[in-house]
Structures are given as C-alpha cells and as structure tokens.
C-alpha cells in the first residue's frame, strides 16, 4: 500500500501538476489572446466610426457640388435667354434703321426733286 501511496504521490506530483500548470498557462494564453482581439476589434470600430464620419463629408460636398451644378445651370440659361433677348433687340434695331434708310433715300430723293 505504501507503494500504491507513492506512485500515487509521484503521478500527482509529475504528471497531474505539469498538466494542471499546462492547463492554466493555457487559460492565460487565451486571456491574452481574448485581450489583444478585444483591442483589434476596438481598433476597426474607432475606424469603422472615422470611415462614417467622412463618408458623411463626402455625401455633403457631392451635395453642394450638385446645388452649385444647378445653380450655374439656371444662370447659364439666364444667360441665354438674356443673349436671345439681345440678339431681337439687335434685329429691331436693324430693322428700324432699314427703315430709316428707305425714309433717308425718299427724303434725299424729295430733296432732288425740289432742288430742280
């Protein structure tokens, strides 16, 4: 018995202890590993937040990109209608000198004819 009580001694002592050791060095190595994750995962939220933050700007300045698109649109057709406004000014202009110029003629035509 007292040999039965010594191998039991000397498995628990070699082997249940080395494995019991091996079992908690374990546990830590997976808290360690628990750790460093916990930590990568807080590291791609505060990226993952940033990343948000400026695709946010981004949909802002496409945004104003687009009023300002627009607004120089209705300024550019503005423009446009204003040149088209111009443009039949000039012809009622030309026009009216068209006619002054026939009027000029008779009336020099007039004179002429006084004039003999």
Known sequence: MVKDTKQLINFLEEDAIKDYDMMVSSVTQYKEDGNVLN??????????????????????????ISTTIEE??????????????????????????????????????????VKY
């Open 39 to 64: 930590e990568i995962i807080s590291d791609l939220s505060a990226t993952a937040e940033e990343l948000t933050a400026t695709l946010d700007n981004v949909s802002i300045s496409i945004n104003e």
């Open 72 to 113: 120089s649109t209705k300024a550019t057709t503005n423009i446009a209608e204003m040149n088209l406004d111009v443009a039949n000014a000039i012809t009622d202009i030309n026009s009216v000198m068209e006619g002054n110029k026939e009027i000029s003629k008779r009336l020099e035509e007039m004179i002429e004819q």
